[in-house]
């Protein structure tokens, strides 16, 4: 069952992420090829790369929402492309995805945390309060009764944060996730992480500078891997 997301305490136990001899290709042009990677739990991998690269399309993969062209992402030990019906959506569940451009839908900023919670069995009145808490704690609880898509570009990411995070889910992915945050809540969603980190959980973090590297690992004490993407080369036809 669902706890509070107390960012503190409880170890998490994620299964094992890997890349193996995998090729994407996306509207003609080859992004990369043979990539082998490993994504442990406890492990922090940061994908650098110049834009059009390929990051998201990484991300995409390891989350399982695309399937590559050559090679297989393996979670916990087995392809996703055979992970079917309630495996899928139980291993889909150990993901905590947030998007380059987070979606959110029209209802409250409570509600875009609360409705997934409910969808996984949690009851209506404590489904509220641990979607409050994680507004809380990443500081927007005092739009939890805006309607989400009046949001500015940081409050959604934020947002879109604390709904990633609010099942603690052993894996988090995060497309350039402090890119519309000050400072100090940049520091705020870092700080989150390497505290995810310590927990034992894994974290994939796409971005464009080497700003955040410092920052996280001072606080988790965990040395990130980094996957440096290479411009894309058209492929000929
Ligand atoms: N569904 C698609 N069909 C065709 N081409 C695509 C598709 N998705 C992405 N691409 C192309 O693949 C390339 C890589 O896209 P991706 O979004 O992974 O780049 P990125 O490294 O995340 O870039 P950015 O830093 O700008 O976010 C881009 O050239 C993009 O136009
Ligand atoms: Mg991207």
């Known amino acids: 069952m669902m706890r509070a997301p107390s960012h503190g305490g409880d170890r998490i136990d994620p299964p094992e992420v890997r890349c193996v001899d995998v090729a994407a290709t996306l509207g003609g042009t080859r992004l990369f090829r043979a990539l082998d990677l490993e994504i442990a739990p406890g492990q922090?991998?940061?994908?650098?790369?110049?834009?059009?690269?390929?990051?998201?399309?990484?991300?995409?993969?390891?989350?399982?929402l695309l399937e590559p062209n050559e090679g297989d992402v393996l979670v916990g030990g087995r392809p996703w492309a055979r992970l079917r019906g309630e495996?899928?959506?139980?291993?889909?569940?150990?993901?905590g995805y947030v998007q380059q451009q987070p979606g959110l839908f029209h209802a409250t900023v409570l509600e875009n945390l609360a409705i997934p919670l409910r969808w996984r069995g949690l009851p209506r009145d404590e489904a509220?309060?641990?979607?409050?808490?994680?507004?809380?704690?990443?500081?927007?609880?005092?739009?939890?009764?805006?309607?989400?898509?009046?949001?500015?570009?940081?409050?959604?990411?934020?947002?879109?944060?604390?709904?990633?995070?609010?099942?603690?889910?052993?894996?988090?992915?995060?497309?350039?996730?402090?890119?519309?945050?000050?400072?100090?809540?940049?520091?705020?969603?870092?700080?989150?992480?390497?505290?995810?980190?310590?927990?034992?959980?894994?974290?994939?973090?796409?971005?464009?500078?080497?700003?955040?590297?410092?920052?996280?690992?001072?606080?988790?004490?965990?040395?990130?891997?980094?996957?440096?993407?290479?411009?894309?080369?058209?492929?000929?036809?």
């Open 128 to 237: 509220s309060e641990v979607a409050r808490d994680a507004l809380a704690a990443v500081g927007v609880d005092h739009l939890a009764s805006k309607n989400a898509l009046t949001l500015s570009g940081g409050e959604r990411q934020r947002v879109a944060f604390a709904r990633a995070i609010v099942p603690r889910p052993g894996i988090l992915l995060l497309d350039e996730f402090t890119n519309h945050q000050d400072t100090e809540r940049a520091d705020l969603l870092e700080g989150i992480v390497a505290q995810h980190l310590r927990s034992g959980g894994s974290a994939t973090v796409v971005a464009h500078d080497l700003g955040h590297v410092d920052r996280i690992r001072r606080a988790s004490a965990v040395d990130p891997k980094v996957c440096v993407m290479a411009w894309a080369v058209p492929t000929r036809t």
């Open 87 to 95: 495996e899928r959506v139980s291993m889909r569940r150990k993901f």
């Open 44 to 64: 922090w991998l940061t994908i650098l790369g110049p834009s059009g690269s390929g990051k998201t399309t990484m991300l995409r993969l390891l989350a399982g």
